[in-house]
């Protein structure tokens, strides 16, 4: 059980262009979803936390207004990196918890990797 | 400042040992110290979990240790395979899975045959 899937795995735009990548938890309700940026050899970093049904919170240093997170449902949240640039190449996972499963853990997708030309 | 450090960045093992990665952090009061694994291109998957309360905790061939006067966490991982080599990430958080997990730098293990 537990699992998280993340769709594209691998994505390549040109600079300018806006990319949506989601993130769906398949057999549990998750009721936050975190979304977390890795740059190559460094470790995960938090971009945003959402909780169904309500804005995401961003951290300190992540633009709102570049990163759009949608979570309009139980199992589904939606990261658009808009008009992309070669600097916002990365690795983003998300991150899922629900009060249904194992509730002191979060279950983490298989990333998606974007790649800015 | 607020640190999480894994003791290093590689650690090369003969096939059959037991390895031991470090995790030591600063200015934090964790509810939970949780480890990860994490296989190149993919995302992190959870190993185990040990509260603050907790000394010690066992699946299988992993064993976690927690000190929180040292601040220290310790993984093992006995009896070692070449399929055990992956990065193994300790990760912090203030209180349950709704919470924000704070990430250490991670450790790259090599299970030598």
């Known amino acids: 059980g537990a699992v998280v899937s993340q769709h594209p795995s691998r994505v390549i735009c040109k600079s300018g262009t806006s990319v949506k990548i989601e993130c769906r938890s398949l057999d549990f309700q998750a009721t936050t979803m975190f979304w977390y940026r890795q740059f190559p050899k460094q470790s995960l970093m938090l971009m945003a936390t959402s909780n169904e049904g309500s804005k995401a919170t961003y951290e300190q240093g992540v633009e709102k207004d570049k990163f759009l997170i949608n979570h309009a449902s139980l199992t589904l949240s939606t990261l658009t990196v808009t008009s992309a640039h070669p600097e916002d190449s990365s690795f983003y996972i998300c991150?899922?918890?629900?009060?249904?499963?194992?509730?002191?853990?979060?279950?983490f997708g298989p990333g998606t990797r974007l790649l800015v030309l | 400042s607020q640190k999480i450090e894994q003791n290093s960045e590689a650690l090369n093992i003969q096939e059959g040992k037991t390895a031991t990665l470090t995790c030591n952090y600063t200015?934090?009061?964790?509810?939970?110290l949780q480890w990860y694994r994490q296989d190149p291109g993919r995302g992190p998957v959870f190993l185990l979990l040990i509260r603050e309360n907790e000394k010690e905790k066992r699946k299988e061939r992993l064993k976690v240790t927690f000190d929180t006067t040292l601040k220290q966490s310790l993984f093992h991982i006995t009896a070692s395979q070449p399929a055990d080599s992956a990065t193994y990430l300790c990760a912090l958080s203030l209180g349950t899975g709704a919470n924000n997990l704070f990430f250490g730098t991670g450790t790259r293990l090599t299970v030598i045959p």
């Open positions: 200015n934090y009061s964790p509810a939970y």
């Open positions: 991150s899922a918890f629900g009060t249904s499963w194992n509730q002191e853990t979060q279950y």
